[in-house]
């Protein structure tokens, strides 16, 4: 009850710093998505439609991403965003920039790996027909995705559900820095790590119900789309 | 349209499926081809469209390759084979593809709604439609880009008598407009009222071209006997 | 396309131009201590400089200076500050504060020692004592390993003797779940919110004591080093305001920090915490 009790005290209090929180958690992580789903939503469309050069070598490396701990690729991008190492002179580590960018390359496999699972049956289903109106391959990847377009969205929202429970990466890149690069992920770490263990569960209650928003925010729009393109179910 | 079988033919897993084959046809203007089941039709429509490619050989219309000319055909399969699109956005299909602009493309409907008779239906999802419906559509669909040639594999095997009526009264009208049609089917009596010529398929192989006047009342071989006889 | 100039701004809105402002590569101790909270709004309010404080283990916060990714350094480690400065990656040292290092124990252990050596003598022979070491490399870790050497001859090995790999926070939760014993500096104890089972059992030994350093990053090794502001904020720290404020700064009404940057102004050493 306690906890209850300090999640409701949190949210009604209007707490500056915890809103502030919760925009820079959403900022970093819809900007790391929507990122992440420009480029691995053609690249998985494509890993679909069958063989291209550097086809295998994608689909290694992607494999192997997944398979790392966010703490390591977050150490990785530390490494070369660092002023010492090949990026230092854009001078983004410890900003919400790096933070973006260790995420996007944190959810890029996942959003990749199930858009290639959406599209394949499409592709499967499509294939003769698009064969015998010639179609380019390029036009073969837009029609597959738009009509594809429903699933790959909740490959999309997968993706940024793993960026905004993610705290490995982003407070290596980030440096939780109060006031500029403190997210919701982080200040969880924090307080527990202080002994605060009602307000670490109460933020991340809001954490959870942060998720749970944006997800029904998303399934709404995404229903209406399917009513009004009932092709698709 | 003259079609020519170059020493075609085509291996998968170290079987011949299909040839070799060699002829040359010119489509008067409906040519049926026939086999039974297995024969190998399929397979042989596919490659005169270029949609497989042979292992060896080459397949020409008017002395051009197939796979260089696939904009200039048409192709209609057997059962429903449909975007998860509406009536009019499955019909513009071929059109996009072709690149053809938005106006191109709506004015054109507009007369291949009218012919398929599906003006009623065109923002319809194209999994509503009934068999007999999405043949029509499909064939219209075929006819989009005025191809010269239409090739079809057994488009009325899975619909009732009265869809088939409809179909073949669309295809007699195109016919006469000028359209020729090479057309793969196992229904006897269509044919013997279609068919100018007909291409027999046995095992694999062209086993006889002849005008259909001919192959009907004296088939070159005994398969071709009991098939026409229906055994 | 429209997608590509979205992506622009997005990056683009979180790149900072050139601010008025440095990074402090500190340790986790002193932010939860809640000092710098108090403090540095004080010193942006003087000079219009923000301080963005990155809080890790010592070893990292170290680290990050060497790799240039901070514009100032400051734990409290004297060695590895030494170290820092021989090998010339910072161009200047000032002492700012002290504070001490305390020993914790659960309650429910009555035992009574005579002196500081006892606990750790006593630890080692009769593994009676659960002890949770951080195992990070931090400067806690550091001081308690030298405690170990000191009193006796080296790191524990043994069952009871338990190295986390964590912060002075973790390593806290686990002593009052586990009923052990822990070092911790004072700073982040007197601000641990979940104390449970636990209390001091020692402190006050000159030895406990543990000195805080501020380096200055040498901008001669790494481009871009903020050092006029750096310097700015290294003035400020140990002038009699920055002291000042360093030793008003309190927790449950106890002083934290001894300001230490003028050992020859007997005035400007405040009295500092008790046992």
């Known amino acids: 009850m306690n906890i209850l009790n300090a999640t409701f005290h949190l949210i009604s209090s209007g707490d500056a710093t915890l809103w502030s929180i919760v925009y820079l958690s959403l900022r970093i992580s819809l900007s790391a998505t929507i990122i992440a789903a420009f480029f691995a939503i053609p ?84 294939r003769r027909l698009l064969n015998s109106v010639d179609a380019s391959r390029w036009f073969r990847l837009k029609i597959l995705i738009i009509d594809a377009r429903f699933s790959i969205f909740t490959a999309v929202l997968a993706g940024f559900g793993r960026a905004i429970a993610e705290v490995g990466a982003v407070i290596i890149v980030g440096g939780n820095i109060a006031g500029s690069t403190r997210v919701m992920t982080t200040t969880i770490a924090l307080e527990t790590s202080k002994g605060n263990l009602e307000l670490a569960l109460a933020l991340g209650i809001i954490l959870v119900m942060l998720a749970i928003g944006v997800n029904s925010v998303m399934h709404v729009l995404k229903s209406l789309g399917q009513k009004y393109h009932k092709e698709l179910r | 349209m003259q079609l020519k079988f170059n020493s075609v033919s085509f291996c998968q897993n170290g079987d011949t499926l299909l040839g070799p084959i060699d002829f040359e046809l010119k489509i008067r203007r409906i040519t049926n081809v026939l086999g039974y089941n297995g024969a190998g ?38 059962h429903r084979v449909t975007l998860y699109r509406s009536v ?46 999405v043949q029509r559509m499909a064939l219209v669909r075929a006819l989009a880009t005025y191809p010269k040639m239409v090739i079809m594999d057994e488009p009325t095997s899975s619909l009732d008598p009265s869809a088939t009526t409809e179909f073949e009264n669309l295809i007699s009208k195109n016919a006469n407009s000028g359209i020729k049609f090479l057309w793969a089917t196992h229904n006897i009596k269509q044919a013997k009222r279609f068919a100018d010529d007909i291409i027999f398929i046995a095992d694999g192989k062209v086993s006889e071209i ?11 071989s005994i398969k071709a006997n009991s098939y026409i006889k229906g055994l | 396309m429209k997608i590509i100039a979205l992506l622009l701004f997005i990056l683009a809105s979180s790149v900072n131009a050139e601010n008025r402002e440095i990074i402090l590569s500190s340790t986790t101790s002193t932010q939860n201590s809640g000092l710098y909270d108090y403090i540095l709004p004080m010193f942006t309010k003087d000079t219009g400089i923000e301080v963005k404080v990155v809080a890790v283990g010592t070893g990292q916060a170290i680290r990050i200076a060497q790799n240039g990714d901070a ?77 170990w050497n000191f009193f006796t001859n080296g790191k524990p090995n043994g069952k009871w003797y338990n190295e986390i790999g964590s912060g002075m926070g973790a390593a806290l939760n ?39 350093g501020l380096i200055l990053v040498n901008p001669n090794k790494f481009a871009h080093i903020k050092s006029k502001f750096a310097k700015q904020f290294a003035n400020w720290m140990v002038s009699s305001k920055g002291q000042k404020a360093i030793g008003e700064y309190k927790v449950d009404g106890k002083q934290l920090f001894c300001p230490n940057a003028d050992k020859t102004n007997i005035n400007s050493l405040l009295v500092c915490p008790a046992n």
């Open chain 2, 210 to 220: 002849s005008k259909a006047k001919k192959f009907f009342n004296n088939p070159s």
């Open chain 2, 88 to 133: 009019k956005k499955n019909i513009a299909l071929p059109m996009q593809t072709a690149g053809w602009n938005s106006k191109l493309i709506a004015d054109r409907l507009e007369e291949l709604l009218s012919m398929a008779g599906l003006e009623s239906k065109s923002e319809e999802p194209a999994s509503t439609l009934s068999g007999g419906e």
């Open chain 2, 41 to 78: 039709k399929s397979l042989f429509l596919e490659m005169c469209h270029a949609m497989i490619n042979p292992t060896s050989g080459c397949v020409y219309w008017n002395d051009n390759q197939a796979r260089d000319t696939k904009y200039t055909r048409g192709f209609i399969f057997q």
């Open chain 1, 43 to 126: 690249i998985g469309a494509a890993l679909a439609m069958g063989r291209f050069t550097g086809r295998k070598i994608i689909i290694m490396f992607s494999s192997s991403l997944m398979a790392l701990p966010p703490v390591v690729v977050g150490l990785a991008i530390y490494l070369l965003l660092s002023r010492s190492g090949p990026l230092g002179e854009y001078g983004l580590l410890f900003t919400p920039t790096a933070m973006i960018i260790a995420q996007s390359v944190l959810i890029f496999p996942i959003i990749l790996a199930l858009t290639t699972e959406s599209v394949s049956p499409l592709e499967k289903h499509y």
């Open chain 3, 71 to 147: 514009d100032a350094l400051l734990v409290h480690h004297r060695p590895s500050e030494d170290l820092f400065m021989k090998n010339g990656f910072g161009i200047m040292r000032f002492d700012v504060m002290y504070n001490d290092f305390v020993l914790i124990g659960p309650k429910s252990v009555k035992t009574k020692f005579e002196k500081l050596s006892d606990f750790f003598v006593k630890a080692k022979s009769t593994s009676l004592f659960p002890f949770i070491s951080r195992g990070d490399d931090s400067g806690t870790h550091k001081k308690e390993l030298e405690l």
């Open chain 3, 174 to 212: 686990m002593a009052s779940a586990t009923n052990s014993f822990t070092l911790s500096d004072r700073g982040t104890w007197l601000s641990f919110n979940n104390k449970g089972n636990l209390e001091i059992k020692w402190a006050g030994d000159t030895i406990m004591q543990n000195p805080y």
